[in-house]
């Protein structure tokens, strides 16, 4: 009898590990895919036939930052004093990334150069992460990118080129700007933004509004890479922003639980490390 109790005691126990485990994944793919029209989205045929002048917004564009871009040389040394860890590659399915668009669908010039810098989190594992990027996904509305990670210990991945756009917002706009490139009914900030995002501890990988929060080795890899594209595009620090604060569909809040003074302690001395105080300036 305390055998065939104990037995059912390890199948209840193994059931519930099995629903958790269900669960979290259910959580980490809606988060990512939830019911938003990417902006990258080809307009139906319907939507086309009413397309004119009259239906879209001007063309909008930030004011210039006044910061020049540092050159490849000057960059490649604040990279050797930072000591910044070697990317490791992981380049996503082309499904899930494509072209800056240069144009919108009127043929009117739009920006296409990244301009922002956006942070987020991932919500499940490093590796999970990883393999869904991998993962085609010809339906748009399932596509989604960063251009980098970092992992709980502070390793950096690629997955898209700086020059490609990543889907890494939907819906979104930066303070009143963004950008309409495929239809007038659809913006983002994808076009102009650079995307990273911090692997989430395992206490977080859930519908839960916070979590243990950030490695030290994270937030400092963040800052290192955060200052490197600040002086290669000339992005002031006001412009590097997270998801929740650009997103408009009022369904991401990501990342969550992240320390701004934590990140700046790291910023500021990396940036007093190449010279580069300006980029911490407001």
């Not at 994270?218 to 929740?244: C, D, E, M, S």
Request: proline share 5%.
């Amino acid at each position: 009898m305390a055998k065939k109790n104990s037995l059912i005691r390890s199948a209840l126990t193994a059931l519930t590990l099995c629903f958790i485990s269900v669960g979290i994944g259910y959580f980490a793919f809606q988060f990512f895919h939830r019911d938003e029209t990417r902006s990258t989205a080809k307009p139906s045929e319907t939507e086309s036939v009413n397309f004119d002048k009259m239906s879209w917004p001007d063309v909008q564009h930030l004011t210039s930052s006044g910061l020049e871009p540092l050159s490849k040389a000057d960059r490649d040394a604040c990279r050797t004093s930072l000591g910044l860890a070697v990317e490791q590659e992981a380049l996503a399915h082309s499904d899930n990334f494509g072209d800056r668009d240069s144009k919108d669908a009127l043929g009117r010039k739009i920006p296409n150069n990244p301009a922002l810098i956006v942070l987020h989190e991932t919500v499940m594992s490093a590796p999970a992460t990883i393999n869904l990027f991998k993962t085609p996904h010809p339906k748009e509305n399932d596509q989604a990118s960063y251009h980098m990670m970092v992992s709980q210990k502070g390793d950096l991945t690629r997955f898209v080129p700086d020059e490609s756009r990543a889907y890494g917002a939907g819906y979104s706009r930066f303070g009143d700007f963004t950008v309409h490139s495929k239809s007038p009914n659809n913006f983002s900030v994808n076009n102009v933004a650079l995307h990273i995002s911090l692997e989430t501890p395992p206490d977080g990988r859930g519908d839960v509004s916070s979590h243990s929060g950030y490695t030290g080795e994270q937030y400092n890899t963040l800052a290192k890479q955060v200052l490197l594209w600040q002086a290669k595009y000339g992005i002031p620090i006001f412009r590097v922003t997270t998801h929740a604060s650009v997103d408009r569909s009022h369904s991401r809040y990501d990342p969550r639980t992240f320390r701004w003074d934590l990140f700046d302690v790291y910023h500021r001395k990396h940036a007093a490390t190449c010279g580069l105080v300006n980029l911490t300036l407001t």
